[in-house]
């Protein structure tokens, strides 16, 4: 795999997935290709990251990772004293997340953004989300976004770390960069803006943001 683009896999497989007329399938292939040395999942740095580990600090309550992937950003909420779960659509993401930690006290479950438990919605005092609605085609970010937004119980709050670019701005996806109004968005089922870091370092565009749901909020 040496000297191949670490995005050509995702590419490739998303591009298949789509057209076939399943947006989410390429996850399960990635992850399950990598295990065989087929394919690189791009975002597995074997660490937590960075814009998470700057903001994070120790909390208690319950937590949300999105998309964990293999799972160091749950394995780092965990640490911060989060009662943590962590899920993915992807099965073989779960499966190598438990093998890569067995003493983990998150909870790693299989399930699907677009169609979360309905025992999650308004459940969590943090929910992290990192490049996860970015790995969807645009069309489904506001369903998404949307779904992020009721994890987050009153009083709780959501923290977005994603890719950026301007509105109208060039895409090679996957991933699909959220823009400013996309950002916004994360306001929607009573969420209100915290803090919103537009993050510039040469050509990398990122966001880190934040959105909270007042304590008295029960709808």
Known sequence: MTGRDPEEDAIRLAAESLASGDPVGWFERLYSESETGDAIVPWDSRSPHFLLTEWGSPGAGRALVVGAGLGDDAEYIAGLGYETVAFDVSESAVRLARERFPASEVRYQVANLLEPPAEWRHAFDLVVEIMTVQALPEPLHDRAIARVAEFVRPG????????????????????????????????????????????RDGERHRWRATFHRPAAQNS
């Open 156 to 199: 709780g709050t959501l923290l977005v770390i994603a890719s950026g670019r301007e509105e109208g701005g060039p895409v090679f996806a996957p991933p699909w960069p959220l823009t400013p109004s996309e950002i916004a968005a994360f306001t929607v089922k009573g969420l209100e803006k915290g803090s919103i870091e537009d993050l």
